[in-house]
Nanobody, 121 residues
Framework: QEQLVESEGGLVQAGDSLRLSCAAS????????MGWFRQAPGKEREFVAA????????DYADSVKGRFTISRDNAKNTIYLQMNSLKPEDTAVYYC??????????????WGQGTQGTVSS
């Protein structure tokens, strides 16, 4: 079973960058596809990005494609979300998640506690 802990988020201005990380405590981290989701105030949680077990395949929501990059370091049991050209509408609580299945956005079993990312205009 994976336990996931996101790094502290932050407050940045529009156009700035922010990098989130998520550390997993389980011993089978490399077996899991990993993803990032976010939930803005008053909205449902939405998919942001995902990465396959070895990191060779990635998937992005259209709203972040070209601006966000997901990556992973299996030696460190950690995934990252590099967010560039941030917009106020990117403001949300960001969650990392783990799944044994890559490519199905509803198949995530383990979740972090979430971290706040705020983009001011």
């Amino acid at each position: 079973q994976e336990q996931l802990v996101e790094s502290e988020g932050g407050l940045v201005q529009a156009g700035d960058s922010l990098r989130l990380s998520c550390a997993a405590s389980g011993r089978t981290f490399s077996r899991y596809a990993m993803g990032w989701f976010r939930q803005a105030p008053g909205k449902e949680r939405e998919f942001v990005a995902a990465i396959s077990w070895a990191g060779g395949i990635t998937d992005y929501a259209d709203s972040v494609k070209g601006r966000f990059t997901i990556s992973r370091d299996n030696a460190k049991n950690t995934i990252y979300l590099q967010m560039n050209s941030l917009k106020p509408e990117d403001t949300a609580v960001y969650y990392c998640a783990a799944s044994l299945i890559f490519g199905i956005r509803t198949a995530y079993n383990y979740w972090g506690q979430g971290t706040q990312g705020t983009v001011s205009s």
